[in-house]
């Protein structure tokens, strides 16, 4: 009797330590998974930071490069990110010469582009990128997503050398250029247009641009504008 009492007593003992250690396990699983998941919700929102982040920074870029946004060197790069980490229409962005239809500034930094690097940025190609906050598919237009090498090519040019400085010289090199062919054929026949150099024609702009890479070639806005240009 004893020992049947004694053997009882070890099985029911056996049956709660088997309970207590699968009760342990089961919560240590439950435990674990609850964890994975709140470790997975955290990968999840710094991936979704990390996309904004470089969506926001494609912007900036890209509107640094084309004048658009606050120069990080001057400003900072967290002035430059709250002004300009988001797509904004350059059409709305800079007044057109009203005589000839152009955005002079964007203007003169294309031909700064090819006179340095060789490279053609078409006018219209620029304002066509522009033109569209979304691609086709639906997807944002950034710069860098493999559709617009030629946008690319450029903006990078600008953002990794910082070329606002540079384009600052260009601009006050071509409007030395322009004020002194004014000055030696004031008494020639050209006339000056009003707003001097912002009213230039494009073929004009040419000009110049070509004066400032070549000093042998011979400038004639003269001709120009008695051609309508």
């Not at 997503?145 to 010289?169: K, S, T």
Request: charged letters at 25%; glycine letters at 6%; a negative charge.
């Amino acid at each position: 009797m004893l020992q049947k009492q004694k053997v009882l007593k070890y099985a029911i003992c056996a049956v709660l330590l088997i309970g207590l250690i699968v009760s342990v396990v089961m919560l240590l699983h439950q435990r674990g998974v609850l964890r994975g998941r709140a470790v997975g919700m955290d990968l999840a929102q710094k991936l979704e930071i990390a996309e904004e982040r470089r969506i926001a920074s494609a912007y900036v870029q890209l509107n640094y490069a084309f004048l658009i946004a606050l120069d990080p060197c001057r400003w900072g790069e967290e002035a430059a990110y709250d002004h300009a980490s988001r797509y904004i229409d350059l059409h709305e962005q800079r007044p057109k010469n009203e005589t000839f239809g152009v955005n002079v500034t964007i203007y003169v930094l294309l031909l700064m582009y090819y006179h340095r690097t060789g490279i053609t940025l078409e006018y219209e190609a620029v304002f066509d990128y522009f033109s569209h906050e979304f691609e086709p598919d639906g997807s944002l237009r950034l710069y860098d997503n493999g559709n617009h090498p030629e946008i690319e090519a450029f903006v990078r040019w600008m953002w990794d050398g910082r070329r606002r400085q540079e384009l600052n010289e260009y601009w006050d090199n071509l409007n030395a250029i322009f004020m002194q062919y004014v000055i030696r054929h004031r008494d020639d026949g050209f006339v000056s247009p009003d707003g001097f150099f912002l009213a230039l024609s494009p073929q004009m702009l040419r000009a110049l641009a070509r004066t400032e890479a070549d000093p042998d070639y011979v400038l004639d806005l003269t001709s120009l504008q008695q051609q309508g240009h």
